[in-house]
Every structure is written in C-alpha cells, then in structure tokens.
C-alpha cells in the first residue's frame, strides 16, 4: 500500500466524522462560516507543513521512499504531507464545535449541559486547546537530549499530552466549581463547569489515568526523575485541592501554575540523562518566568468572580493594573534572559515580544474593567502556538549545528 492510499483512507474518515459533528453541533447559520473557517485554518496549516516538511526533510532528519509517493512536491514536502492537516483541520472543528454547543446557553443553562457523561465533559475540562503546551515542553527536552525516538519519549508525551492535563485541569474544575458559575468564560474552550455529580468520579478518572504513567516513567528514570515527577504531581495537585490551595496563595499560585508547564520539560531531561549546564539553567528560568507571567495575565481577568467567590490569587491582592505591569515585566526578563544562552538560543528572545504587545495595551487597566482583558487572553492561547512554531525552528537549528 502506497503512503496516498493511506492518506485518502485516513481524510474520507475525517470528513465524515468532520461533517457528521459540524452537522449536529452548528448553531443556526453557523455552517457557512465553519466551513470558511475551515478553510482558512488549512491555508494555514498548509503553509506550516510546506515550510516545516522542507526543512526537517533538508536536514535529512528523515525521507521517503519514492516507490511508495506520488512524486508531486511543494518545496521539499510530498503532497500525501498535505493529508494529515487536511484531515485534522476538517474533523477536530467540528468535534470542538460539538463539544462546546452549549457554550451560548444563558447563565442559568450552563448548569444544564447536555453533555452530561463523564468523557465528554472530562475532555473539555482537559483544555485539548492547552495540550501541546505541557507535551511539547516534555518531548522536546528529551528528544533534543536523547537525539532518539523510543517507547519512553511515546509514553511521556501521550501522557504529558492527555492524562497531565486531564489531572490539572478537572481537578480545578472540580474544587473551583462555586466560582465558576459566577465565571461567563467557562463552559468551552477556556474549561468546563463540571455538574457536581461528575466531581468524585472525574477525581477518580484523574487518579486512575495519572497514576499508572507516573509509576511507569518512575520505574525508568532514576532519582533526579522521581524527584521530578514528585514536584511535577504535587503542583498539579497541590494547585486546586482543598486543604493547599496554591492557587489562592498569591504569588505562590504563580510559581505553582508555571510549575506545571516548566516541569514536564525538566521530567524529559532527567529521564533522558540531561548534563547540566549554566545554559540550560538559564533557558528553564527564563520559561518559568514565561509561565509566571502567563499565569498572572491570566488571573486578572477573573479578579470579580474570583473575589465574589472569596478566592484569593495574584491578580486579586496586587490589582489588576499591577498583575498586569508585573505580567510584561517578567515577560521581558524572559526574552532578555534568553540572550544569555548559547547559539541559537538568544534568537528565542524574539518570542517574549509579541506578549508583551499584547499585554501592553492593558498597563492601566483598573480592577472594575478586568474583565475586558479575556480578549488578550484569548489571542494567548494563540500566541502560543505561533511560539511554538518559532522554537520549534530554533530547535531544528540547534539540532543542524550540535549534529
């Protein structure tokens, strides 16, 4: 079988399924634009497959066999490349479309979802949005470490991908639930408002997809990985659960949050054995940074639920304006932070830029207007796949020059 007859197989079934949810989950009117969007999104991905497919296949990181490609190329990428964005942008918009159908409903409707299983609303409470943000930390770390794909690096990034944010996210929705019904934003993309019959057993789906992986990558890493991993849990939990509470310990709640997306990558490097070095120190605190001021942005745009619900956090003891000024500056600090790393690291100063200009506007935003900074907040989610698509480059650079 020919790698276009697999491709073809693989697109009929997207579009099916992509048609089937754009179908059942679509407002009225909303079909036209989804469609539109749809292709849009794949022009898109189209040029990031060309781009990427040409450099990686340059390098010779990899090849195809002609017996088995058509032959036609755009750049260096054969066309069957072309398939597997194709199929995911035509399939998953749909399925988030239908996930999230509900997202309209009034107030009072929200706590009547029609998606009231368990899976369903356990995968929205995951942020699959968020996913790439603590699976890529995780595999590149190892990947540029151990230079080699094997089962491990499978395994922690599945796990890194799905069960991680499955824990760190249903477990705070689970224990911040009375906020967030006083919270517009949840109930889609940004979190789910778990009904209060789902939180034992969303807990014991946490636990029962967590604990498995966590034991398995301990049993192949050594004490520097189980010293990870132990840091790594005890954040996602220590974050939302009653009796800790990070999250409502200003200051702490920032640490704590960029914990979690900082160390899955340190995870990947103990397991891969990583030496050490001023300059790796230097790039993890400059991402941790990153995620400390991710984290504080994030926050002032809940400072009036938040506070109706008698949750305290970073953004609701400084201020806004102050969360906000300390979200650019510790923004700041990480792209500068990068030029003291070795070549091509310093080119990853550049990412810092575009959060700042988007956080920027809002440097005298007041605590009564906060609200109004879940427009930036929204293009951060964004962002973040841009970023990776730069880092990914400056990786692939790295990777050329240490070969």
């Known amino acids: 079988m020919t790698y276009l007859w697999l491709a073809l197989a693989f697109i009929a079934a997207a579009v099916i399924a992509g048609v089937i949810f754009a179908r059942q989950g679509a407002q009225p009117g909303e079909t036209g634009k989804h469609w539109k969007a749809v292709g849009l999104a794949f022009a898109a991905l189209a040029v990031l497959t060309a781009v990427f497919d040409s450099v990686m296949i340059g390098m010779e990181l990899f090849h195809y066999d002609a017996s088995h490609i058509l032959g036609l190329k755009v750049g260096l990428a054969p066309i069957e490349d072309f398939a597997y964005p194709l199929a995911g942008v035509v399939a998953l918009p749909g399925l988030w479309m239908w996930l999230t159908r509900n997202r309209k409903r009034s107030s009072e409707s929200r706590t009547e979802s029609r998606l009231k299983g368990l899976v369903p609303q356990a995968v929205l409470a995951s942020r699959p949005v968020s996913w790439i943000n603590t699976a890529y930390p995780f595999a590149a770390a190892m990947l540029l470490t151990t230079r080699e794909i094997d089962w491990v690096l499978v395994v922690g990034t599945f796990y890194f991908l799905i069960p991680y944010n499955l824990a760190m996210y249903g477990i705070n929705d689970v224990f911040d639930y009375e906020s967030d019904l006083k919270n517009p934003r949840k109930g889609g993309m940004e979190g789910a408002l778990l009904q209060p019959h789902l939180h034992r057993p969303m807990l014991w789906l946490a636990a029962i997809t967590n604990v498995p992986f966590l034991l398995l990558l301990a049993f192949v890493g050594g004490p ?103 979200a650019v500056v510790l923004w700041l600090v990480a792209g500068l932070a990068m030029l003291a790393t070795p070549w091509p690291g310093p080119l990853a100063a550049i990412i810092a830029v575009p959060y700042i200009v988007n956080c920027a506007p809002y440097w005298n935003v007041t605590d009564t207007t906060a609200a109004r900074t879940n427009v930036a907040w929204r293009r951060f989610i964004w962002l973040n796949y841009g970023s990776g698509f730069l880092v990914t480059l400056i990786f692939i650079l790295h990777w050329s020059l240490t070969s």
Do not use: C, N
């Open 224 to 326: 520097a990985a189980w010293i990870s991993l132990t840091v790594s849990a005890f954040a996602v939990v220590a974050y939302s659960v009653a009796g800790l509470r990070f999250k409502e310990r200003p200051v702490l709640d920032s640490l704590t949050s960029s914990t979690h997306f900082v160390s899955p990558a340190v995870v990947g490097l103990t397991l891969a054995g990583a030496e050490v070095t001023p300059g790796l120190l230097v790039l993890l605190a400059a991402f941790f940074l990153w995620g400390m001021a991710a984290h504080a942005f994030g926050a002032v745009q809940d400072i009036e639920p938040d506070r109706q619900a008698g949750i305290g956090s970073i953004a609701t003891v400084f201020g806004a304006r102050r969360a906000v000024r300390l």
